[in-house]
Nanobody, 121 residues
C-alpha cells in the first residue's frame, strides 16, 4: 500500500503564499505522475497541477503563472508553491499519486486526505 501525508495548508490573506507538501511512503516500487487537485464547497474536484516522472508539468488555466509544482524523487515528495493567492483558490487540496507497489508491480491511484487552504482577509 501507499500512504500520502499532506501538509502546508492554512489561512492566508489575498496576495499571500503557501507551500503544500505531500510525502508518499509504503511499499513503493515506482512513482509516475504526481498531482494536486482541489475541491471547493459545492463544486467538483478539479486538477490544479500535475508533474510526470520526467518532470513535465501541466496546470489549470486559473493557476498558471501563480502556482508551481515540483517533486523530489529521492524523498517521494511533491510540492505545490502557491503565490498571489486569491479567495477563489479556497478549497480542500488533495495530493494524488500514480504508483506501483512492490507487492503488485502494478500502477494504482492513491489519494491523500486533503489539506485546507483558505484565502481571506
Amino acid at each position: 500500500q501507499v500512504q500520502l501525508v499532506e501538509s502546508g495548508g492554512g489561512l492566508v490573506q489575498p496576495g499571500g503564499s503557501l507551500r503544500l507538501s505531500c510525502a508518499a511512503s509504503g511499499s513503493i516500487f515506482s512513482i509516475d505522475v504526481m498531482a494536486w487537485y482541489r475541491q471547493a464547497p459545492g463544486r467538483q474536484r478539479e486538477l490544479v497541477a500535475r508533474i510526470t516522472g520526467g518532470g513535465s508539468t501541466n496546470y489549470a488555466d486559473s493557476v498558471k503563472a501563480r502556482f508551481t509544482i515540483s517533486r523530489d524523487n529521492a524523498k517521494n515528495t511533491v510540492y505545490l508553491q502557491m503565490n498571489n493567492l486569491k479567495p477563489e483558490d479556497t478549497a480542500l487540496y488533495y495530493c494524488n499519486v500514480q504508483a506501483a507497489t512492490i507487492a503488485t508491480m502494478r500502477r494504482g491511484d492513491y489519494w491523500g486526505q486533503g489539506t485546507q487552504v483558505t484565502v481571506s482577509s
